[in-house]
């Protein structure tokens, strides 16, 4: 089973936390050992989700929205995207040569061609953003594939 994953980036720890056991727990019922994971690795939700494929015995790969993808993330967050990327069973570029959101909307849209399902940790609210949760919702939805949202209680952005 492939799954994706889109989400917020900007959540506080203690809503980090229990997202992480949430998809823990999701995965798990799923029998997380056959999930192929596929994220790009942004802050937040993509990293958690990784974590978790990760702590189920899945794979992940990475769509890599650019080259320079890394540098965008806060120095914090490198450490944990390098091992991260480091682990990943395949490493798909879009072909984008700088971050931003021309190459998030592409690294979502080969996201979602390569996955069965679509995992959404997500609070729910429709912003206006290209590329942002609510647009990958609304794109995935679109093409019939089978989107899960998880907004665990106690879930918030920072």
């Not at 940790?121 to 206006?128: K, N, T, Y």
Request: glycine fraction near 10%; proline fraction near 4%; include cysteine.
């Amino acid at each position: 089973m492939r799954i994706g994953i889109t989400g917020h980036t900007n959540l506080t720890e203690g809503a980090a936390e229990v997202i992480y056991r949430a998809l823990v727990q999701f995965l798990r019922a799923l029998d997380g050992a056959g999930i192929v994971g596929v994220t790009c690795l942004a802050d937040g939700a993509d990293q958690l989700f990784a974590h978790a494929v990760r702590e189920v015995g899945g794979a992940y790969e990475v769509v890599l929205p650019a080259p320079d993808y890394r540098d965008v993330l806060a120095a914090e967050r490198r450490a944990d995207f390098d091992e991260l990327l480091a682990g990943a069973r395949a490493v798909v570029p879009t072909g984008e040569p700088a971050a931003g959101v021309r190459a998030y909307v592409a690294a979502n849209r080969i996201m979602l061609d390569r996955v069965d399902r679509l995992i959404a940790v997500w609070d729910g609210e429709e912003r206006d953003h290209p590329g942002g949760t609510a647009e990958v919702v609304l794109h995935a939805r679109r093409r019939g594939v089978e989107t899960i949202v998880i907004w665990p209680a106690g879930a918030q952005r920072a």
